[in-house]
C-alpha cells in the first residue's frame, strides 16, 4: 500500500491544499479568511466546522466583553461588530459547503425560517459526493465514482 503526502501543492502556484487528509484549524480559519469573498468552489467539512467553532468563539468572547463593560446589555457594539466581521466568511464557507454536498447556495435561505439554520447545518454535516461536481473538482482528490454496469455488461448511461 502506498502513502501519498498529504499536501500537494496547488496548480496557481498558491498556497498548499491539504489533499485526502483533514485541515487543522488554524489552516482552516485561514483558508476561510483567505477565500471570505469567494462565493464558488467547494469546502470540506473540516474548513467548514473549525471555522463555525473558531467564529461561534469569537462571537461568545464578544458577548462575554460586552457584558463584563456594559452589565444591563443595553449596548451591543462590541457584537455588532463581531458579527458584521464573521458574516461575509461564514456565508461564503457556507455556500461553498453546500457546494460540496452538491447543493445550491439558495438552500442558504433557509436560515430565514424557523429551524432552518438546524436543517442547513445538517446539510453541511454529510461528507462530499466523491468526485468532480457541477461546483468544482473534489476537495479531497477524489476521483469520480464508478458508473454501475448495465445488464450488457457496458457502462451505465449515454455514451
Known sequence: MSHTSPTA????????????????????VRTV???TFMWSGRARRSEFWWWTLFASAVYLTAIAV????DPTGD???ITGVAWAALLLPTLAVT????????????WLL????PFGVLVVLVLCAFDSWAGP???????????????????????????
Open 133 to 159: 461536481n457541477q461546483y468544482g473538482p473534489d476537495p479531497k482528490g477524489r476521483p469520480s465514482p464508478a458508473r454501475p454496469a448495465t445488464a450488457a455488461g457496458g457502462p451505465a448511461g449515454p455514451r
Open 66 to 69: 460586552e457584558l463584563r463593560l
Open 33 to 35: 479568511l483567505r477565500k
Open 110 to 113: 433557509l436560515n430565514l425560517l
Open 9 to 28: 501543492s496547488a496548480p496557481s502556484g498558491g498556497p498548499a491544499q491539504v489533499v485526502g487528509g483533514r485541515l487543522g484549524p488554524v489552516e482552516a
Open 95 to 106: 455556500v461553498r459547503r453546500l457546494h460540496d454536498r452538491s447543493f445550491s447556495a439558495w
Open 75 to 77: 449596548s451591543v457594539v
